[in-house]
C-alpha cells in the first residue's frame, strides 16, 4: 500500500508522474483511477461499513479536483479508525500522487507538522 513506501520510492513515484503528459485523456484516467482505489483502499472494509458516504464521494468523484477535496473526508474517517498521526501519514503519500493534475493552487505546501 502507497502508505508506507519509503522516501526514495515516493520521489522516484513524483518524478515518473512529472514526466506523464497531463493531455494524455488515457493516462490520466488511469491516474485517477489509480488515485481512486488508493483512497478506497486506505478506507478499507471497515472504513466503508463505518464511513460510506466517504466511499460514496470517492468512487463517484468524476476528476482530480472531487478527489482532492475528498481528501478532507478521507482524512477525517482515518482519524477516526487508526487516529490523526496515521492518517497525516498516509494523506502525505496520497497527495503525492496528485502530482500534476491540479491546478498549482490546489497543491499542498510542504510543512513541518510531520517531521520525526
Do not use: C
Amino acid at each position: 500500500m502507497i502508505a508506507w513506501l519509503s522516501k526514495d520510492m515516493l520521489h522516484g513515484l513524483q518524478a515518473r508522474i512529472a514526466a506523464w503528459r497531463e493531455d494524455d485523456p488515457d493516462l490520466v484516467a488511469n491516474r485517477l483511477e489509480d488515485i481512486r482505489i488508493t483512497m478506497l483502499d486506505m478506507l478499507g472494509e471497515e472504513g466503508e461499513r463505518q464511513y460510506p458516504q466517504v466511499r460514496r464521494r470517492i468512487r463517484y468523484s468524476g476528476d482530480a479536483q472531487g478527489l482532492w477535496y475528498a481528501r478532507a473526508d478521507l482524512m477525517a474517517a482515518l482519524s477516526g479508525l487508526h487516529g490523526e498521526r496515521t492518517a497525516r501519514q498516509r494523506m502525505v503519500s496520497l497527495s503525492a500522487m496528485f502530482e500534476g493534475l491540479l491546478p498549482k493552487g490546489l497543491m499542498s505546501r510542504p510543512t513541518t507538522l510531520m517531521r520525526n
